[in-house]
């Protein structure tokens, strides 16, 4: 029998283990819970160096609290130890370090803009807590077929939340198009976190060219701050410049302001 190692991530005590161990039950399911990011992050790595990977996760999406739209998602790379790790940023995380992890979120209440996240960080699934059991195992054995489950309610709203922001990406992408292959350095350095200063000395170019470039790509975006215009970059794909070792950078943005 081909069996299925589940990790539940819930910082709520009672419901991980109450979880756990209904699943436990099942003939063809291995579970184990965490009861916070950091700790689901440490499980992982050790099932991995143990030869024991997991197959599925359950992250709750009110994990650490983090409610999206009110904090920015955490990268999990970025996070201390003990540190705290939303449900949303867990997910990105685990999908970038481990893509074989199929992960579903459990969340207290339907939530498309969150769901719509959810799926977009690489979540396969969004169940309610107050499922059935049976309920929830079609979801696990379903999402390890590649298969991707959301309740029929949240369907049409997590479609929309989808398309806006597919749209607002395709925007994004044109106006960084517009750009000069001089400005995408400029803007790629913004997004590495240098200012005026340190863009001059990594392009070999004086203060006042560089706040030149810099004026016309917040021009060109149609933003008026750099941070601004590294949201914008980012929703674009545009990555940070590869700062080296040698580089430290200085601050992008004062008061609103270049520095």
């Known amino acids: ?56 996760l359950l992250v709750d999406a009110d994990l650490g609290g983090g409610l999206p739209g009110i904090r920015p998602a955490v990268p999990v790379q970025e996070v201390g130890e003990d540190g705290p790790v939303d449900g949303i940023s867990l997910v990105a995380g685990v999908r970038g370090a481990q893509p074989h992890i199929r992960i579903v979120v459990l969340a207290e209440k339907d939530d498309p803009r969150r769901a719509a996240l959810a799926l977009q ?43 806006a922001a597919r749209k607002h990406r395709t925007e994004s992408e044109r106006l960084v198009e517009s750009l000069t292959p001089r400005e995408r350095e400029v803007l790629r350095c913004m997004v590495a976190g240098l200012g005026r200063k340190a863009v001059a000395e990594r392009l070999f170019l004086s203060p006042h060219t560089v706040r030149t470039h810099m004026q016309n790509v917040l021009g060109k975006l149609g933003v008026h701050s750099t941070l601004a215009a590294v949201a914008l970059a980012r ?19 004062r008061g609103g ?3």
């Open 1 to 56: 029998m081909v069996r299925i190692r589940v990790l539940v991530v819930d910082d709520h005590r009672i419901f991980a283990e109450s979880l756990a161990a209904a699943l436990a039950a099942e003939p063809d399911v291995d579970v184990s819970a965490a009861g916070s990011g950091p700790a689901a992050l440490r499980s992982l790595e050790r099932a991995v160096a143990e030869g024991r990977r997991y197959d599925v």
């Open 121 to 163: 960080a690489g979540a396969s699934g969004w169940v309610a807590k107050d499922c059935s059991l049976s309920r929830l195992l079609t979801v696990i054995r379903g999402v390890l077929r590649d298969e991707t489950h959301l309740p029929a309610a949240l369907l049409t709203g997590v479609l929309r939340e989808l398309t």
């Open 235 to 253: 929703r674009a794909g545009v990555g940070p410049a590869d700062l080296g070792q040698a580089l430290t950078g200085d601050v992008v943005e």
């Open 257 to 259: 302001q270049l520095a």
